[in-house]
Every structure is written in C-alpha cells, then in structure tokens.
C-alpha cells in the first residue's frame, strides 16, 4: 500500500473551540472504537469509554499523542482541537496491521488487518479543569 493511500481522515463531529492538541500534553478523552468494514459500516469492537456504547460506566481514557499508540490515533489526534468530537478512519497499515487484537468472545475483538474508526471526543488536557 502507498502512503498516499494509507492516511488517516478526521470528519468533525462538534468542532472544538480549545488549542490545538500537541504532542506536549496528556489529553483526557471518551473513546467509541469500531472496526470500519469495506462498505464504510461500522462494527463495534467492545471497547469503549462511554456508558452509551457499551461501557460499565463513563469513564475517560487519557493519552499522549506519539506516547505509545498507534500511529493512526496520534496522527488523528493532531489534527483536533480540545473540546473537538470527531470520527477518526485509521487504514489497517496505520492500526495494529497484521496483528489481531483482544479475544474472540472477549470483552474486545479487532481482526487482523482492520480499518478503525474511532468516535473520540478530546475533552482538555489531562489534570485540567474542565
């Protein structure tokens, strides 16, 4: 696959009106993950941050873009503002690629060789009031 095939599209759900999000910061976020089939549907993965999609809670997931994620995610996330709600398309090659991840059965399942789409709300930086 050429990289010029392989990059990561950010459709904006709500725009943000906070800074842009760096790679200097931990950010707070609530997270949806699903596994983006060839028709552009959506399967859900099982895993998620938010009560309304199958969570036991709502709860936040906090990261550092380039800080131990998938390129996809940081790549995504740099292109967003904090307060910023968007649908991230992470092409396979920039996901777990060839490796699947979780369990069949378990809580969570992504394929091997999966296209991901996140619906991921940056909600500021991590220790930050709201």
Known sequence: MSSSQ????????SPG??????TANRYRSTVTLYIE??????????WSTRKEDGADKDTTFAFQPGVGLIEGW???????????RAWL??????GYGGSPMGSRGGAFYIPANSDLLFDIEVLGIEGAEL
Request: charged share 15%.
């Open 89 to 94: 398309h992470v092409p396979a090659a920039m």
């Open 37 to 46: 089939n060839a028709d552009k549907s959506k399967t859900p993965s099982g």
């Open 17 to 22: 009106v906070g800074p842009p999000v760096t």
């Open 74 to 84: 940081s790549q995504g996330v740099l292109q967003m503002k904090e307060g910023e």
């Open 6 to 13: 392989a990059s990561v599209i950010v459709e904006t759900i």
